[in-house]
């Protein structure tokens, strides 16, 4: 069974930086796509983060593109996403989630993600 498991949510200060993490486990695949989604109150869900197993590739949405990345320790399952200059709209619950396939774009797209709790993230003014 695919299990995802965040951590690392927190109320934080405008212009802090704040990591959190998801670990894996029960992956049945060798090469997948694996990162980060954010859904505010009222929103759909919308991808932030990706990086393949297979080649390391990451994507990046790009409204946090230099102000977040992604990170992973395949030894440990474990997927990062540093946050730094954090802002007040980068408060939402932040999803870890994993494709099969190990292509971003697909991941970013794709409605057959396994996804994880979420943890909340809150950056105030």
């Known amino acids: 069974e695919v299990r995802l498991v965040e951590s690392g949510g927190g109320l934080v200060q405008t212009g802090e930086s704040l990591r959190i993490s998801c670990v894996a486990s029960?992956?049945?695949?060798?090469?997948?796509?694996i990162g980060w989604f954010r859904q505010v109150p009222g929103m759909g869900r919308g991808g932030v983060a990706c990086?393949?197993?297979?080649?390391?590739?990451?994507e990046y949405a790009a409204s946090v593109e230099g102000r977040l990345t992604i990170a992973s320790d395949w030894a440990k399952d474990t997927v990062y996403l540093e946050m730094s200059s954090l802002r007040p709209d980068d408060t939402a619950v932040y999803y870890c989630?994993?494709?099969?396939?190990?292509?971003?774009?697909?991941?970013?797209?794709?409605?057959?993600?396994?996804w994880g709790q979420g943890t909340q993230v809150t950056v105030s003014s």
């Open positions: 989630a994993v494709n099969q396939a190990p292509f971003c774009q697909h991941f970013f797209r794709s409605d057959l993600n396994y």
């Open positions: 029960g992956l049945p695949w060798s090469d997948y796509a």
């Open positions: 990086i393949t197993s297979n080649y390391g590739r990451t």
